[in-house]
């Protein structure tokens, strides 16, 4: 078996910075059980599959393709970064010839955007409820000790935490800030929680690069201590920091030490778009 591969940074117009992702292309079928076995080997927070719906479909010409996300653990129903990823390998690598990919996953239909600064993922937007403190106690403590903590939200959709630190701390704080995800498994195995967020208001208006909010992402639950830049983690944020600050369109970084910018705009329609650059740092052929 021979498969191209990519990897692509995404989220980042530089390479080594963002969140890389390993893209496979699918020209047949592959056995359920090889695509972890290949996201295992690649060791990265994701790995994408990218695959042809029809027989007569081609990556150059075709628009509408499958695509399955895996951590090095499991499978996963979203993930925004990979799909930026996958996006890329096929507008900039394989020369396809549309402005708009569709890409059919568990999360429904998602489409991929090229534009001259990047490309734009229209995403799904998820509400994140408020949450009762005690219920969750364990688990941020354990996440982050006595750190201030403002505001917490539920998003049954996604099963993510939000929390929302101090607005009395910075930017680096949020960066400084050691979270300890080796117990979290153990401290919350109910399956409520797969994705703990911790976000902060970002700096007021006028300020050079001023971003609108601040996070950090983390899902020991499907195997990612922490993920640098997270997509699908900006569906709920995106839906939380709109109510907070009255805005539809914002500008947001995610403080891990790749770090990674993402500019969001909620849609009329109750979705979202997130954009981001991508830089495509290795190609080959996967041989097994």
Known sequence: ????????????????????????????????????????????????????????????????????????????????????????????????????????????????????????????????????????ENLIKTAIGDTLVQDIRYSPDTRKLLVRLSDTYDRSFLENLKVSTNNLVQVENTGKVRGLILTLKGEPDGQTRAFDFYSRYFAPWVGVAEDPVTGSAHTVLSSYWSQQLGKKEMHAFQCSHRGGELKISLRPDGRVDVSGGTAIVLEGTLTA
């Open 1 to 136: 078996m021979k498969l191209p591969i990519f990897i692509a940074d995404a989220f980042t117009a530089r390479a080594f910075c963002g969140n890389p992702a390993a893209v496979c292309l699918l020209e047949n079928n592959l056995d359920e059980d090889v695509h972890q076995q290949i996201a295992r080997e690649m060791n990265l927070s994701e790995t994408a599959f990218i695959r042809k719906l029809h027989p007569t479909d081609n990556f150059t010409q075709s628009s509408c393709f499958g695509l399955r996300w895996f951590t090095p653990a499991s499978e996963v129903p979203l993930c925004g970064h990979a799909t930026l990823a996958s996006a890329a390998v096929l507008f900039h690598k394989i020369k396809n010839v549309n402005s708009i990919l569709t890409f059919v996953t568990l999360s429904g239909e998602l489409k991929a955007r090229k534009e001259e600064d990047g490309i734009v993922l229209d995403l799904p937007l998820y509400p994140a409820h408020p949450q009762d403190f005690h219920e969750v």
